[in-house]
């Protein structure tokens, strides 16, 4: 197991010209530009972890004049708040890394979801649009960015249910297959990146494959912003080299207290402090889309798994009975052995239910409960039953 | 082609097929609840779950195309141990009053855990957490979103197949449910009460109001006198509810059961479907006069049937201004209880006053339409009581009768005796054939050019079919339509009658008369007929209604002697005075919403 | 629709006093004397049918009458009064030629086109882990004794309204609370009362 110690990388902060590094672009071929993404080892900094140039690829050769590239802006998993400060801080990468991608992948309009609660960044970001657009037309490039709200709804952030709430619908998940470079938006073609996965995008034109890839381990390439809360000094937004080991991360975060980190937000691990040496943070390990979250010794992990559980009975789309059912009934549950109702041997059967949900729900949000519900329950169980 | 694997036996499929269907080719039925074959795929309820060799998740069999060396377990542990889980989610969510539930033995649900789910259930009761109340206020439809397990083939009906959309999901995760507009009674918004939805409901969510008990009531009354009245597509479908198989013809039997029952007169819709046509088919020529020959640009053409009352309902909220268009004729429902107070009550010396009209009906919207104000026309309540074609299979097991075993009856006499026009108002396009049948003949004085009388052009299944026929060698009084092209239309299922008004309305369709059943099949896929429905039973059962036409002695409306009875006795004419009174009726603009 | 009861009207305008809509009527009478009129309920709520007919017209037109804009249509009309009403979804319903109950179901879905009346202010209080963790039932009991109404409630004056929402992404300066789009952050029961104080003295 290699240890990277903390390394902090300033990629994504670094302010550059879009104009510069858009015109070298210009120069080079789709081909080209997608084969340097997949040289640098991208992968999708949401927390799912798609290899980023590959799905730049499967959406370039899709045949059809009408594509589009789509920003996932809905940053809500708990605990994250990375994407806000890179959408007020650095706006104009993401739109040229927007903008790159349609040139990959052949796409004349792009669509940044913002999630409703961060509606405050709209006229700022309205303002940057429109020098953006200014520079498109300047290079030549056919390519616009439309803004669209989200309204207070967390599975909007799923991609398929993305594409159901611009296209006007509940943002309920889709079946998959097709997958969204086959048919995504409109049912069509359609190439959707986290906020974050845009600028390293960039960045990656700007510095080159390899110097990306130098940063990180072999199977988490570069570097990350990781949203840091909970019991912790330093709470902040801090971007590091991907595949340090969670005790690493706790000694420069913690508080000197720490028994349990949630990587990944409700949707994410809860890494005990036993564990803390041998888990990487990183694809390898327990990915996270930059959701890092302490607890110290006075926190009760019943209350933590109960306000995830509560969170996600509320925030399912309700579609699927794996979910919709098996948050409620989850829930519910930990109450149940909690008050004595329920005997602590019914754990057992949540942790099975747990693991059904995890194979049997139609989208990532049902199948993510688990996560945190199983590692909650393992590592914490005395605290869940008295 | 693709070829793949599933529980180690090889299959070859074309593209595309869905693993649910490629392994019902291998004789595996893989249980579905949201699936529907009638509807789009959801992929939503889960049940349906397999695993797939090397796979991290398990894959919705409905949802999933088939890919090329795919191997499939379809009742591996991971899968069985799923799909365990999902059936006690959903009883958990589920209120299972089994034996007070109308659906109790027909319930895909309870189907389902009889299967795979005995014993104690795992999870806590979420139902007593809800503050559920049942939905009573329709005269058709009742809805109980304590039973519902948000499969949501109800939306999915009444959004694409009917194009109604009345019914919609509303919020989300805990809270999600079946809903109407700001959750108002179904008595209160678009619905049309077509009770498609019912249909498909696999539980008791959504089921007909019932009024088995009131019929029993009035029947087990010594002061009572019952009329009942068959509709046609009933006797297609009676069967299948009583054992039989689909496509079986019943009548003989279904009267013989409503004699045994105790219905004090077993009558027949079919004779009032006959009147209908000499009324309707009056009108209809009455205002092709006044547009050819009278140049009256006031007449509203084209007109349009009137006998679904789902399609009138629709029509009131969606076309309004249609309204003129639809023809003033009552349904043959509705002839028929205006009569029984009044013809038959007179002609038996009955005191209409004790006379209690039953009608059994494929449909749940007759239910709605004996409720409507203006249905009084004999004095009284024209029709008391509709029950469906299920509720009528439910009295027949209540009684005790084996219906395979009863020997055909005969319908009692002054208003049972029919044609073959009028059994073929069961499927789509049958009014039209009928009314086609009469019509030209009384122009021509000749039988319609159609080998048999069957005027294939307006039968069959697609959604919007046009017909033209050339009226040519009239009789004297109705030589201004020598040469005329008589242009029909006919849709069945609300959305394409949807799709065919708002073509009449842009000016892309110019059709002189318009046939429109709101039920996909015509009444034989009424919301009133056994459950299950598909395309292939509806089939089966269009085949019947035809084959009964073709079987009977009489096969044009015009022929039938007590409807000549009547009109020489009682009514006069078509579209005189006594008609307008008793048979011909006026509609109300709806709210769009 | 006054002027062909009333034919000495001079004006007619719809003005907004007291948080809910109006009708100035102004006529003359011999001496040009003026009346003010505060209709009734049935009277309020036609006018309110029509000022809602406006609004979604021009929203409509704004958006544009295809399914993709329907959010778009419905976040506009929110914008003003924080709430959808069921008058408000059926115009849409009829502007874009959609049921209502699509509509309806539409807009349940996503929390923040809430379809129960709110007021001018929505104060939503995040409840999720970070939050919950930094103090957020302190913050939620202040405001709720500042403004005395319970978590869910509305003011009598209709000016605020206190709900609870998920994480709003503010972890790091926890706790934190919406404020209509305004974010408030690092809060403390003072910091909160102080805040609540601005909303209620000047807007």
Redesign the interface.
């Known amino acids: 197991m290699s240890k990277i110690p903390v390394q902090r990388v300033d990629l994504i902060f670094e302010k550059i010209t879009c104009k510069e590094i858009f015109e070298k672009v210009l120069q080079s071929k789709p081909e080209e530009i997608i084969q340097s993404v997949i040289d640098s080892g991208l992968k999708g900094r949401g927390g799912a972890g798609f290899p980023t140039g590959l799905k730049w690829q499967f959406a370039a050769r899709e045949k059809g004049d009408d594509k589009y590239i789509v920003c996932n802006a809905d940053?809500?998993?708990?605990?994250?708040?990375k994407?806000?400060e890179i959408l007020d801080e650095v706006p104009e990468k993401v739109f040229c890394g927007m903008a790159i991608a349609s040139l990959a992948i052949g796409a004349k309009i792009g669509y940044i979801y913002l999630?409703?609660?961060?509606?405050?960044l709209v006229p700022k970001l309205e303002s940057k649009l429109a020098d953006f657009h200014q520079l498109m037309k300047d290079l030549g490039h056919d390519f616009r960015i439309e803004l669209?709200?989200?309204?207070?709804?967390?599975?909007c952030g799923e991609e398929s249910a993305l594409f159901e709430?611009?296209?006007?619908?509940?943002?309920?998940p889709r079946?998959k297959?097709p997958y969204p470079t086959k048919s995504g938006l409109?049912h069509k073609p359609t190439c959707i990146n986290n906020v974050e996965t845009l600028v390293y995008a960039v960045m990656i034109q700007k510095y080159g494959a390899m110097h990306f890839r130098e940063l990180g381990t072999k199977d988490s390439r570069g570097s990350k912003v990781f949203?840091?809360?909970?019991?912790t000094p330093t709470?902040?937004?801090y971007e590091l080299e991907l595949g340090m080991s969670v005790r690493e991360f706790v000694d420069v975060f913690g508080d000197g207290d720490t028994k349990a980190v949630?990587v990944g937000g409700?949707a994410g691990f809860c890494v005990p402090r036993k564990r803390f040496d041998e888990t990487i943070i990183g694809f390898e390990g327990v990915p996270t889309g930059g959701s890092m979250?302490l607890?110290n010794s006075s926190?009760s992990m019943y209350?933590?798994l109960h306000?995830?559980l509560d969170?996600?009975?509320?925030?399912?789309?309700?579609?699927?009975?794996?979910c919709?059912?098996?948050?409620?009934?989850l829930l519910?549950?930990i109450e149940?052995v909690k008050k004595g109702e329920?005997s602590h041997k019914y754990l057992d059967?949540l942790v099975?239910?747990a693991a059904?949900m995890?194979?049997?729900?139609?989208c990532g949000l049902g199948?993510s409960v688990g996560n945190a519900f199983s590692s909650i329950v393992e590592n914490f169980k005395e605290e869940i039953i008295y | 082609m693709v070829k793949l694997s599933i529980n180690g036996l090889l299959v070859e499929v074309p593209e595309g097929t869905t693993i649910l269907d490629a392994a019902k080719k291998l004789n595996f039925r893989i249980p579905v609840l949201c699936h529907h074959d009638d509807l789009c795929?959801a992929?939503?309820?889960?049940?349906c779950?397999v695993e797939q060799l090397g796979g991290?998740?398990?894959l919705?069999a409905c949802?999933?195309?088939v890919a090329e060396g795919m191997q499939i377990l379809t009742n591996s542990l991971?899968v069985r141990?799923?799909r365990k889980?999902?059936i006690e989610?959903?009883l958990?969510?589920h209120n299972a009053d089994c034996t007070k539930c109308y659906k109790n033995g027909r319930c895909e649900l309870q189907d389902l855990s009889n299967e795979f789910s005995v014993g104690d259930h795992?999870?806590?009761d979420?139902i007593k957490?809800k503050d559920y109340t049942i939905d009573r206020f329709s005269p058709s439809i009742q809805k109980d979103d304590s039973k519902c397990?948000?499969c949501?083939r109800c939306v999915r009906t009444c959004e694409q197949l009917q194009g109604v959309n009345a019914l919609c999901?509303a919020?989300?995760?805990?809270?999600?449910k079946i809903s109407t507009f700001y959750d108002h009674s179904m008595a209160e918004v678009i619905c049309t009460n077509c009770g498609q939805c019912i249909n498909r409901c696999p539980t008791g969510a959504l089921v007909e109001r019932t009024y088995l008990d009131e019929v029993w009531d009035a029947i087990l009354d010594p002061e009572k006198h019952v009329v009942v009245q068959t509709a046609p597509a009933v006797r297609v479908g009676l069967g299948e509810d009583l054992g039989l198989v689909p496509g079986e013809r019943v009548t003989g039997k279904m009267v013989a059961a409503l004699k045994r029952l105790g219905f004090d007169a077993v009558l027949d819709t079919d004779f009032t479907a006959d009147l209908t046509i000499r009324e309707e088919g009056t009108e209809l020529l009455t205002r092709l006069k006044k547009a050819l020959v009278d140049n009256d640009k006031s007449v509203a053409l084209p007109m349009t049937t009137s006998c679904s009352p789902g399609w009138v309902k629709f029509i009131e909220h969606a076309f309004p201004e249609f309204l003129p268009n639809v023809s003033t004729c009552k349904s043959p429902q509705q002839m028929f209880g205006a009569l029984a107070k009044t013809y038959y009550a007179q002609t038996r010396e009955l005191d209409p006053k004790k006379i209690v009209t039953v009608s059994i009906m494929p449909c749940t919207a007759k239910k709605y339409e004996a409720d409507r104000p203006e249905m009084r026309s004999s004095g009284f309540k024209d029709v008391d009581y509709v029950i469906t074609t299920r509720e009528l299979a439910r009295m027949i097991r209540q009684a005790g009768i084996d219906f395979t075993l009863l020997k055909e009856d005969k319908y009692d006499k002054l208003m049972g005796k029919s044609t073959g026009a009028a059994v073929i108002f069961g499927a789509t396009g049958g009014v039209m054939e009928a009314a086609l049948r009469t019509a030209y003949e009384i122009i021509t004085g000749r039988e319609v050019p159609f080998e048999n009388l069957n005027i294939m052009p307006v039968r069959g299944f697609e959604g919007i079919r046009q017909a033209t026929v050339k009226i040519e060698g009239c009789l004297e009084d109705w030589k201004f339509l020598e040469g005329v092209e008589l242009k029909c239309a006919v849709a069945h299922g609300l959305s394409n009658a949807r799709e065919l008004m708002q073509a009449v309305k842009d000016g892309k369709i110019n059709v002189h008369f318009i046939e429109i059943m709101a039920c996909p099949g015509g009444c034989l896929g009424g919301g009133g007929q056994p459950i299950p429905t598909n395309q292939e039973i509806r089939e089966k059962r269009a085949a019947a209604i035809y084959s009964e036409d073709m079987h009977l002695p009489l096969r044009k409306s015009h022929e039938n002697p007590e409807v000549q009875l009547l009109y020489r006795e009682f009514l006069g004419e078509p579209l005189g005075h006594k008609s307008h009174e008793l048979l011909h009726t006026h509609y109300k603009e709806r709210e769009r919403y | 629709m006054f002027a062909k009861t009333l034919p000495a009207v001079t004006e007619i305008t719809i003005k907004k006093l007291y948080s809910f809509p109006v009708i100035v009527i102004q006529f003359t009478k011999g001496k040009s004397d003026s009346i003010t009129f505060v209709k009734s309920f049935n009277v309020l709520k036609k006018t309110a049918m029509i000022i809602n007919e406006e609004l979604v017209k021009e929203a409509v037109k704004k958006h544009g009458s295809?399914?993709?804009?329907?959010?778009?249509v419905?976040?506009e009309l929110?914008a003003g009064k924080n709430y959808l009403s069921d008058l408000d979804m059926v115009e849409v319903a009829r502007e874009m030629n959609l049921s209502a109950a699509d509509v309806y179901?539409?807009a349940t879905?996503?929390?923040?086109?809430d379809t129960r009346p709110r007021g001018k202010y929505v104060i939503r209080v995040c409840?999720?882990?970070?939050c919950?963790?930094k103090g957020k039932n302190s913050i939620l009991a202040t405001i709720e004794e500042t403004l005395k109404i319970k978590l869910g409630e509305t003011t009598a004056d209709r000016k605020f309204s206190l709900l609870e929402?998920?994480?709003?992404?503010?972890?790091?300066?926890?706790p934190a609370i919406?404020i209509n789009?305004?974010?408030y952050t690092e809060l403390t029961p003072q910091k909160v009362t102080e805040v609540l104080r601005e909303y209620i003295k000047n807007k």
Request: aromatic letters at 10%; one cysteine or more; a positive charge.
């Open positions: 940053e809500g998993e708990p605990g994250t708040f994407d806000r999630r409703g609660e961060y509606k405050f669209r709200l989200g309204s207070g709804a967390y599975i709430s611009i296209e006007g619908r509940r943002g309920e079946n297959p409109f949203s840091v809360s909970g019991d709470a902040g937004i949630q409700a979250k607890f926190r209350n933590v306000n995830y969170f996600f009975a509320e925030e399912s789309c309700g579609q699927c009975t794996p919709r059912v098996g948050c409620q009934q519910k549950g149940a329920k059967e099975k239910l059904t995890k194979i049997a729900a139609k199948q | 795929v992929g939503n309820c889960r049940v779950v991290k998740a398990l919705a949802a999933t195309p991971k141990t799923a889980h999902v989610l959903l958990s969510e795992i999870f806590l979420l957490h397990i948000r949501q999901v919020f989300k995760g805990a809270e999600q | 295809s399914r993709a804009a329907l959010i778009p419905l976040q929110v179901g539409t879905f996503y929390s923040f086109l409840k999720t882990i970070s919950s963790m929402t998920n994480c709003i992404g503010w972890c790091h300066k926890a919406l789009d305004e974010p």
